[in-house]
């Protein structure tokens, strides 16, 4: 399991999202017996260490950073999480094959996020330790597969552990990945609708409010899909899309768009990313009972799938 490999109580890792997970908020998570990871999206480097530092101030548990390989500075973030010793770290956008020797010298476990499984074969390659296959049901930046699909090729391909994201909510849809192979389950969009979550009111209250017909991706055009609630914001980009507006002008009209709605709590101009479980989350609740309710289903769904197969081989003797 996942929980010996990364030193975690249950099998639950929360997803890096960037300008929204902090160290505060991980050492919440990791203090609930999952793995809180912080986001480095969105971060300079001395905030990256600051936060880091947060963290560690705040829990003795396990955490991790998520690196972002678009970052502007991410040759020095790599090197920050060895020298700050943070315990695991996650990538995303991206192949951190040049990164990994580094990380797993000083005893960092290495999860990359794959949008396929030719990424997950040369990441193995590499020495990873895990990987998170991540299907396009997630909120934020997403790749083309769905976590049905993504989740069991990889485990096809692989034999380090696969962990998956997207599309997770409940214990049946942890169960139903771990039926597919995996090990682990990521989860973002969840942890939005918790009381923890450093959020405006504004945009934890739309994540209660969105219903999956309200969800909408934009930037195909660009090869940079991201999955939101759809909105003013996401209305006017995807015109412009429709209009072949070029990468430069989509990009400059998105800048700055997830803290508008992170932190001003902008709604109709900010980008409010989130993934299609959003219709299936009604409730605020706090990490720790998320998280103890998540496990809860967890145990009581295998235990329906126990008493239901042992109904069925009653029935055929
Ligand atoms: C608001 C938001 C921001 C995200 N930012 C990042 C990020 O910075 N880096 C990353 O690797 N994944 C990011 N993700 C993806 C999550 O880490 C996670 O894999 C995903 O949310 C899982 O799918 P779910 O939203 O269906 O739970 C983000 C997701 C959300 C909802």
């Not at 790599?78 to 094959?97: D, Q, R, Y």
Request: charged fraction near 25%.
């Amino acid at each position: 399991m996942i929980n010996k490999l990364l030193g975690i109580k249950y099998p639950i890792l929360q997803g890096g999202m960037a300008n929204i997970s902090t160290g505060s908020f991980a050492s919440v998570v990791s203090n609930s017996g999952a793995l809180g990871v912080i986001a480095s999206g969105g971060m300079d480097k001395d905030t990256l260490r600051k936060e880091i530092r947060v963290c560690k101030s705040k829990t003795d548990g396990v955490f991790g950073v998520n690196l972002m390989l678009l970052h502007p500075q991410i040759d020095e973030l790599a090197k920050i999480v060895i020298e700050e010793k943070v315990p695991v770290v996650t990538t995303g956008a991206g192949n951190p094959s040049k990164y990994i020797e580094s990380w797993k010298k000083e005893g960092i476990k290495v999860v990359p996020v794959v949008p396929n499984s030719t990424l997950a074969r040369r990441v193995e390659q590499y020495g990873a330790d895990a990987v998170i296959a991540e299907g396009c049901e997630s909120g934020g930046h997403i790749g083309p597969m769905t976590t049905m699909t993504i989740v069991s090729e990889v485990v096809q391909e692989v034999k380090i552990p696969v962990i998956a994201a997207g599309g997770m909510c409940n214990g049946k849809q942890m169960v139903a990945a771990e039926i597919l192979g995996a090990q682990g389950m990521q989860m973002g969009t969840v942890f939005l609708a918790t009381k923890e979550c450093p959020i405006h009111e504004n945009y934890r209250n739309a994540i209660l409010k969105a219903s999956s017909n309200n969800i909408t991706v934009t930037g195909y055009s660009i090869g940079m899909p991201v999955r939101l609630i759809k909105n003013d914001m996401s209305r006017k980009y995807l015109a412009m899309e429709r209009k072949g507006e070029d990468k430069m002008e989509l990009e400059k009209f998105t800048l700055g768009s997830m803290k508008k709605a992170v932190l001003d709590g902008d709604t109709s101009n900010g980008s409010v990313m989130a993934g299609l479980v959003v219709g299936q989350i009604n409730k605020i609740s706090t990490v720790e009972e998320t998280i103890e309710r998540l496990m809860s289903e967890y145990y009581s769904e295998w235990e329906k799938i126990g008493e239901k197969y042992k109904t069925k081989r009653d029935e055929n003797r």
